[in-house]
């Protein structure tokens, strides 16, 4: 089945600090890429849409200056959280989809737990 | 635009009991159903989904789903319950339009299978 591969898993970085973390589709090319943040015991929070090639679409809250998304390739999309504040603490977790068809589900990565102290 | 009601935000249950998780959606138009499964720590894995046939759906682990299109449900059951079941389940939801990105997430049911 389709594998998606998100690294790091879990990172502790200083209060100022950037972190980048990486989603890649390892057997399909993700046409389009998602970004998720959980709070515990809650629901998937979207975060961003990232389609390859182009600028990602911000949902509404989310700072687009804050949390920087490159969707370079059809494999490869990164969150970089710029300027780490411990209220950015949080479980991160990206999907992918290989088709823009609704029925087309999404592929998980195993999400990265962002501690900032 | 789709949204997506988990009633249940815990159901606790023995092990070898049968469960139900519930989900209910509301769309103005034709929709795809899925259920995914969460384990501590980890991202989410696709359990089953519902396109179009058949309303019962089978899925992963002893899973099955019935899709309810005039109480607009989507129940997830299984007959009898294992202790590794204990997780986190999300019902999903995404419309049949062209070119649909959107796909929303019901708030979790949180399992739990004790001994």
């Known amino acids: 089945g389709a594998v998606v591969s998100q690294h790091p898993s879990w990172v502790i970085c200083k209060s100022g600090t950037s972190v980048k973390i990486e989603c890649r589709s390892l057997d399909f090319q993700a046409t389009t890429m998602f970004w998720y943040r959980q709070f515990p015991k809650q629901s998937l929070m979207l975060m961003a849409t990232s389609n390859e090639g182009s600028k990602a679409t911000y949902e509404q809250g989310v700072e687009k200056d804050k949390f920087l998304i490159n969707h370079a390739s059809l494999t490869l999309s990164t969150l970089t959280v710029t300027s780490a504040h411990p209220e950015d603490s949080s479980f991160y977790i990206c999907?992918?989809?290989?088709?823009?068809?609704?029925?087309?589900?999404?592929?998980f990565g195993n999400g990265t737990r962002l501690t900032v102290t | 635009a789709q949204s997506v009601t988990q009633l249940d935000s815990q159901v606790p249950v023995f092990e070898e009991a049968p469960v139900e998780l519930r989900c209910n959606y509301s769309?103005?138009?034709?929709?795809?159903l899925f259920w995914y499964v969460q384990y501590p720590n980890q991202g989410l894995q696709l359990l089953l989904k519902y396109l179009s046939g058949s309303t019962l759906v089978k899925g992963i682990n002893g899973f099955e789903a019935e899709f309810n299109k005039s109480q607009t449900s989507f129940h997830l059951r299984k007959p009898s319950v294992h202790i590794s079941d204990t997780a986190e389940y999300f019902c999903?939801?995404?419309?049949?339009?062209?070119?649909?990105?959107?796909?929303?997430f019901g708030a979790g049911t949180r399992l739990t299978v004790k001994p």
């Open positions: 999903a939801v995404s419309d049949r339009g062209p070119n649909n990105n959107d796909m929303r």
């Open positions: 769309s103005s138009v034709s929709v795809y």
């Open positions: 999907s992918a989809r290989g088709s823009l068809r609704g029925h087309s589900p999404l592929h």
